[in-house]
């Protein structure tokens, strides 16, 4: 007889297996199915985040930054560096350590809170509402259970060129542009968005020669327009060479080298040849194999599970979280939809405000933003006020050496109340969090500008934008 579970989870990337652990908290019985393996035929729950994303890149772009750093930056502090090498091995070591003690962390919390792992890949092999569904799972631990309610996060996976397929030898998805096993002495890269800056970032600092060719007109588009033209200077500086409005007309992988072909945005041909090609044109919800079609689960044309705005799907008692639905593909979106699910099926009142929800590039420098842009504040006829204030008149910042960017707070022009806030520079992925705080609790831009906020520090910064909303900036 299968097992049967209150709650069954069938992923367990960052929305799976925090709605996992959300459930069981609220004392509820769970399940959690993942078939994400490590070296060894070891589980490797984390989904894509931990094991082919947001964590080996940040991982990696840490040791690339610490050698350009070495290389570039510690003679200004007096330190010489003589003989600098990089081992790409050690490095990407490095980055397998960090992967798996964050699996092992995950697993950790599984035996903590009592939930059933399963490894192995889960899909719909029937039921209904009233005597629960029923999952099989495929793999390792191949059995099939049951579950009174389950929440689909099977998360994304990369989409690739129309007729160029992956081979992550050449032409590498997310997962061969972290695994490429010496710097390539030319890297293209197609697609300037989060991942394609983030890996061009990391194989330019360690010595590749980085093309990023970019379908849009514009340079991140969803970025604020003051940000997105500081940090395109600041990749410019770095020899990122960036291309706008490009069509690509083919691409030919060889034994050796990827030959690329387009048009310009003003519609002349060019060709490049490079030994790698990085693919981040965007990503794909992941249901190929969930049965969806055995039980009747609605998936639209792109693939994504449909669902409400509590993330219910069209089935009772079956609910969908993170990549796999509408909405931005971030980690943390998908985390507290997760959360806001269990709550939901334990009887609580779950809330996720997606005007609220932060995004994150982690480049050098970082870009940072949440809530609305000037360009969107200025098609919607929102009458707002503007403030920003530079990093280059910031102490901390040139203690550090690191002087680009400004952080820039956007605030309604009648009541004063936070629209956006907007970062490019240091640490950025940690000072937006002021931005989501103050949002989140309507702040005005007033309120920041009375919060003592220590000396020195690059919060500073944050205080002096709120009170440039006023024109009364201190330090400028």
Not at 54 to 83: M, N
Not at 190 to 198: H, Q, R, T, W, Y
Not at 220 to 239: C, M, N, S
């Amino acid at each position: 007889m299968s097992d049967i579970f209150d709650v069954a989870v069938i992923g367990a990337g960052p929305g799976g297996y925090i709605a996992a652990i959300r459930a069981a908290q609220l004392g509820l019985s769970v399940a959690c199915v993942d078939d994400w393996t490590r070296e060894g035929g070891k589980p490797a729950p984390g989904g894509t985040c931990t094991n082919v994303g947001c964590i080996p890149s940040k991982a990696l772009l840490q040791s690339s930054e610490h050698y350009a750093h070495a290389a570039h930056a510690f003679r200004d502090h007096g330190i010489d560096v003589t003989g600098l090498s990089i081992d790409v091995a050690r490095m990407l070591a490095r980055k397998d350590r960090v992967v798996a003690q964050n699996n092992d962390g995950i697993a950790f919390l599984f035996r903590k809170h009592k939930i059933r792992f399963l490894h192995g890949r889960g899909s719909f092999a029937g039921g209904n509402a009233k005597d629960g569904w029923t999952l099989a799972v495929e793999g390792a631990d191949r059995t099939e259970i049951v579950a009174r309610h389950v929440i689909v996060a099977t998360g994304s996976k990369p989409r690739p060129l129309p007729g160029v397929p992956f081979d992550n030898d050449r032409v590498l998805d997310n997962a061969g542009a972290l695994a490429i096993a010496s710097v390539p002495a030319t890297l293209g890269v197609v697609g300037a968005g989060v991942i394609g800056l983030e890996m061009g970032s990391v194989w330019r600092r360690l010595g590749a020669d980085v093309t990023i060719l970019e379908a849009l007109p514009a340079f991140l588009g969803a970025a604020d327009e003051a940000v997105a033209r500081e940090a395109r200077k600041a990749f410019a500086r770095q020899g990122l060479a960036i291309h706008l409005g490009v069509s690509i007309a083919e691409v030919t992988p060889a034994r050796d080298a990827v030959a690329v072909a387009w048009k310009d945005e003003r519609g002349e041909a060019q060709t490049a040849t490079f030994e790698r090609l990085i693919v981040a044109i965007g990503r794909v919800p992941n249901t190929d194999g969930l049965g969806a079609e055995a039980v009747g689960l609605t998936v639209d044309e792109r693939g994504f599970v449909a669902v409400d705005g509590e993330c219910r799907t069209n089935l009772p008692q079956v609910w969908a979280v993170g990549d796999v639905v509408r909405g931005p593909m971030l980690a943390h979106k998908a985390e507290e939809e997760g959360v806001a699910v269990a709550e939901r099926i334990a009887g609580g009142h779950g809330h996720v405000d997606f005007d609220t929800v932060p995004w994150v590039i982690y480049t050098s420098p970082e870009i940072a933003w949440v809530g609305r842009t000037e360009q969107q504040l200025r098609a919607d006829g929102v009458a707002y006020r503007s403030g920003s204030f530079p990093f280059s008149a910031n102490g901390r910042a040139r203690a550090l050496g690191d002087t680009t960017g400004f952080v820039k707070i956007l605030a309604d022009a009648k009541t004063d109340r936070i629209l956006g806030m907007h970062v490019v520079g240091p640490y950025a992925s940690e000072l937006i969090a002021e931005g989501v705080v103050a949002m989140e609790f309507g702040a005005s831009s007033e309120d920041i500008a009375r919060i003592c906020h220590a000396h020195p520090s690059l919060s500073e910064a944050t205080k002096e934008a709120a009170l440039a909303v006023d024109k009364r900036t201190l330090n400028l």
